[in-house]
């Protein structure tokens, strides 16, 4: 392996991302060396193809980006003696501190000193990654490659949805992106009533319709009010999923809740935004903040409940070889696109 490898790099600060032939990743006693099979493109690499003010603050050029993979284990650091050489991988791209509160605690998914791969170290869209072992997820023969490389995603919402209890309630999820459509497919597996999924996005309502059985609204064009009327709603929606930032949204799923409701936020703002804050205390709502996935719980969960019938495949719209990763970034970047998914084999 001295030959170097392909990877998929920010290289100058601007836009768009460029194939380069990197270094093969040098391994510490306690990492793997992944050969990366299939990727996924995130709304985070997006942010960094556009190379926008979040991006250039944050990523440092040159940088392989990605973190969303499946691989196998093709070589093992000296300390590593659970892990075999072929096994099937995915992983957790947060690399954590040991020594913060929250660490020592077991809550490694809150540790500050958290590192994401792709974003502050080398990321997984090469032939192959560095993972420290800790990272490593096994996958089942039940979950093939492509899936594998949208675990972490899926990851996002099976946290934010097993934030609260589900079983029997309405639920309102608030942007039918990729993260709220998975979402909303975790919500009707666990049991809930109504699921309802709004987006002013037509193309995406109806991938979510198509994903999981759900009651998706445009609320460009429809009537929430109306919506919840129609499925004898009387009181409001008892858990809210906030998956895309805009503030539009959040203050609908305010009023939609009822009195006592929960609310999960993982859509970010794109800055400051006004929040009607009285409106939420005097209806005792709780909000939760999500951030990655809780490391392993939400990664036991996920795939335990895809091997239980949890099907969230038809997310995936787009598959392209690595090569043409100029169509997979035109696909995601159209808004019409659900995972975009890159082969590397
Ligand atoms: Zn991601």
């Not at 997006?46 to 284990?73: K, L, N, S, Y």
Request: with cysteine; hydrophobic share 45%.
């Amino acid at each position: 392996m001295t030959n170097g490898m392909k990877a998929l790099e920010k290289s100058k600060a601007e836009v768009g991302l460029w194939m380069v032939n990197a270094a093969v990743p040098a391994i510490g006693p306690d990492d793997v060396l992944i050969r990366v099979k299939k990727t996924g493109i995130c709304g985070t690499d997006i942010h960094i193809w556009q190379w926008d003010e979040w991006a250039a603050r944050t990523i440092p050029v040159p940088m392989i980006t990605g973190h969303e993979f499946a691989g196998e284990i093709v070589e093992l650091g000296k300390n590593v003696t659970d892990l075999k050489i072929g096994q099937r991988v995915s992983g957790e791209g947060h690399l954590i501190g040991k020594t913060s509160r929250q660490s020592r605690a077991g809550k490694f998914h809150l540790d500050p000193a958290t590192r994401g791969i792709g974003v502050n170290e080398q990321g997984a869209f090469a032939e192959f990654l560095r993972l420290p072992a800790f990272n490593v997820v096994l996958l089942p023969d039940a979950i093939d490659d492509e899936i594998g490389a949208i675990l972490d995603p899926l990851g996002n919402a099976v946290h934010t949805a097993l934030s609260f209890d589900l079983v029997g309630e309405d639920v309102l999820i608030t942007g039918a992106g990729p993260t709220g459509i998975m979402a909303a497919a975790v919500v009707r597996h666990v049991g809930a009533r109504h699921v309802v999924i709004t987006d002013v996005n037509p193309d995406r309502l109806a991938l979510a319709a198509e994903v999981a059985d759900v009651v998706p609204v445009n609320v460009a064009t429809q009537d929430l009010k109306e919506v919840m009327a129609g499925l004898k709603m009387k009181e409001g929606f008892d858990v809210g999923l906030e998956m895309s930032g805009n503030q539009r949204a959040m203050d609908q799923m305010v009023e939609s809740l009822v009195m006592g409701g929960r609310i999960a936020l993982l859509g970010i703002p794109p800055g400051k935004s006004p929040v009607d804050w009285s409106r939420i205390v005097f209806k005792a709502i709780t909000i939760k903040g999500v951030y990655g996935r809780e490391i392993f719980e939400t990664w036991y969960k996920m795939i335990a409940m895809l091997e239980n019938g949890l099907d969230v495949r038809r997310v995936i719209t787009h598959r392209f070889k690595v090569d043409e990763f100029r169509d997979g970034f035109g696909a995601m970047l159209s808004g019409k696109s659900g995972k975009v998914v890159l082969d590397w084999t």
